[in-house]
Every structure is written in C-alpha cells, then in structure tokens.
C-alpha cells in the first residue's frame, strides 16, 4: 500500500426523492433563522416556491447566480443578505448557484444548506472559482464548504437529457483523475470508482427515460461520490486543460469536460495502467476508447469545434496548458497535448 494523509471534509448528507421537504428542518438544526434562497435566473420560480414553503425561515430570493461567480453579481447578494436580517442560505441549482452560496460563506461565514439540481458535485468541495474583471482565481478553503447538502433526485427530472449527459461526465472527470492523483487514497479510490459505477449504469438509462427516479437517485449518488473525490485530492492534466479551454476561450463547462475526458484518460493510461485498471475493465479495456463510446452512445457532443473553438486557437491553447501545470502521472508535452487538443477539436476517437 501507498502511504497516504487524508483529510475528510465534514458534511452531512440528506438523501432521497422528496427530501427538498427536509430544507426547513436542516435550516433550524444549523441554529438559522432566516433562510436567503439563492438560484439562477432561469430557476427563479422553483426559488420562489422553496422560500415561500420556508415561512418565516425564508429572507427572500436572490436569483441573479451566474457561471463562474462573478464577484460583481456576489457583492449584489451580499447586500441583499445584509438587508433581509438573513443568517444563512440555501443554494437551490448547479454549481454556478452553489458557487455563489460558497462565495457569500466565503467573505461572512454564511451557514449553507445546498440543495444540488445538476451532477456537477460543487456542493462537496471546499474549492471556490470567482471571476473578476474577466479573471478567474480559485480559493480552497474550509469557510466554503456546506455544512448541509440535501440529494433529491425528483429535481433532477426535469434537467434536460443533453445537460444531464455533460454534467454526469463532468462528474465522471473528477473521479477519474482522483484514481490517479498523487495524493489518493483507499477511501477516495474507492468513492472514485463507485461513483463511475453508478454514472455509467444511470445514464443510458436517463437518456431513455429522464423521469426514471431510480437512475436519477442513481446519478445523483454517483456525482456525490465523485464531488467528494474532487473536494479530496488534487487534479491534473484534464482539469488544466478545461479550466484552460473554459477560462480562456469560453467555452462551456460541463460539455467542456464531457469532450475532454475520453482524450485525457487515453493520454494518462499508460503511465497510470494500474491506478486506472479497474475503471478500464469497466470500459471494455482501453479506458480512452470506452469513453469515447460511452459519451458516443449517450449522445454527448464529441467534439471541441462544436462548442465554437476555432482551429487556429489550438495552439494557444497547447501553450496555456503548459505554464504552470497541475501535477500529472504522465509528463505535459506540448507536442502531445497539442495533438490530443486536435483530436478533439475533430471529435475523433482518442487512438485516431
Ligand atoms: P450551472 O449551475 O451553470 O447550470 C446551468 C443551467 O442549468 C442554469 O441555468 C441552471 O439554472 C440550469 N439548471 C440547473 N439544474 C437544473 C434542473 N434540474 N433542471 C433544469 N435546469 C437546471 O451548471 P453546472 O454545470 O452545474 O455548474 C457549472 C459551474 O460550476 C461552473 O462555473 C464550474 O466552474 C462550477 N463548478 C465548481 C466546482 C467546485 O468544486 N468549485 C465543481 C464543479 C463545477
């Protein structure tokens, strides 16, 4: 066995359909008393209607979270906060709204009960992306971990089967490269591949029939998992190369990490064969080619010049990710990279 130091990150998990209805009843065992419920825009009702079944216990709505909490739209919220007497959130949505939960807990210590929509496993992280004047810093810190996080799958029937796809493979990414980071451990191993596990299986499924709430409990699940594992270890090369693809040239996360995925495992696999070798079984063998089905058969976009990069950025591209790489069991070659980039710009297979 490897030696190994873990830290576990305290949370306490709610899980199962209809547990939205426990929101109220975890405000109060936190010590809150006034509740500010936060969403996007486009989740402003579902808001709405959360804080009006909160009572007294709901401050009000903020529905302004956008991706990559910008900190203009944080400062917004914050007073928002002051002026309703709130002493808590409640982060109803994906991780563009869990990440401003994260950042409000950040700057005042906010007590946060997350109430995640997407699979994108923010909620179990101590890990915040802020942007401001169009750059992106991240913070690790225990401030901005959530104390609660609340699983209800009935709120994911509704997200929409190509998100459902992206997100579930973003969630995927994380455990992924957790099986291989440098500093893993037998717990973390274990959480990765359960996680892929139970993805792998829900989302053929969702894809057939969304409103299936077994294999949304089932993706849910797995995106716990797999969050834990990204709020545990470090990540590497497909990490680097997302937030440099996402930070740099805008593109769009989740489909970001579904494109890369099958290109980074494949580029990792032979100098860690044997941190990835349960999960390759589980893929038919060739890790890189078996997710490249996988997210083929799902429906998953393929390919980077679908999301709108153009050709002639490749090679920028290649050049950010290797300045200040993220460690990685295989050395960053740019020649390499800027080989898979163009794999994956064309949408081929990553033995192409
Ligand atoms: P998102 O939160 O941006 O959501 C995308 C859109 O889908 C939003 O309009 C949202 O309201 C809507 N939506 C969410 N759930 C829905 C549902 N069930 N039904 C219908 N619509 C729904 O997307 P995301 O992929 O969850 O989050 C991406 C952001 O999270 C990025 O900014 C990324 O950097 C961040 N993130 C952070 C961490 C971390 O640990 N800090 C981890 C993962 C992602």
Known sequence: MIPFTYTINPARIVFGPGSLQQVATEVRNLGGTRALVLSTPFQKQDAEQLNATLGKLGAGVFSDAAMHTPVEVTERAMQVYQQTGADCVVALGGGSTIGLGKAIAYRNNALQVVVPTTYAGSEVTPILGQTENGVKTTVKDASVLPEVVIYDAELTLDLPVPMSVTSGLNAMAHAVEGLYAKDRNPITTILAYEGIRALKEALPII????????????????????????????????????????????????????????????????????????????????????????????????????LGLEESDLSAAADLAVKNPYWNPRPIERDALLALLQRAWNGDSPSA
């Open 207 to 306: 894809v057939k029939a969304p409103q299936d709430v077994e294999a949304r409990s089932q993706a849910l699940y797995g995106s716990w998992l797999c969050g834990t594992v990204l709020g545990t270890v470090g990540m590497a090369l497909h990490h680097k190369l997302c937030h440099t693809l996402g930070g740099s040239f805008d593109l769009p996360h989740a489909e970001t990490h579904a494109i890369m995925l099958p290109h980074t495992a494949a580029y990792n696999q032979g100098a860690a064969c044997d941190a990835l070798a349960p999960i390759a079984e589980l893929f038919g063998g060739d890790l890189g080619e078996g997710l490249h089905a996988f997210a083929e058969s799902l429906g998953a976009p393929l390919s980077l010049k679908s």
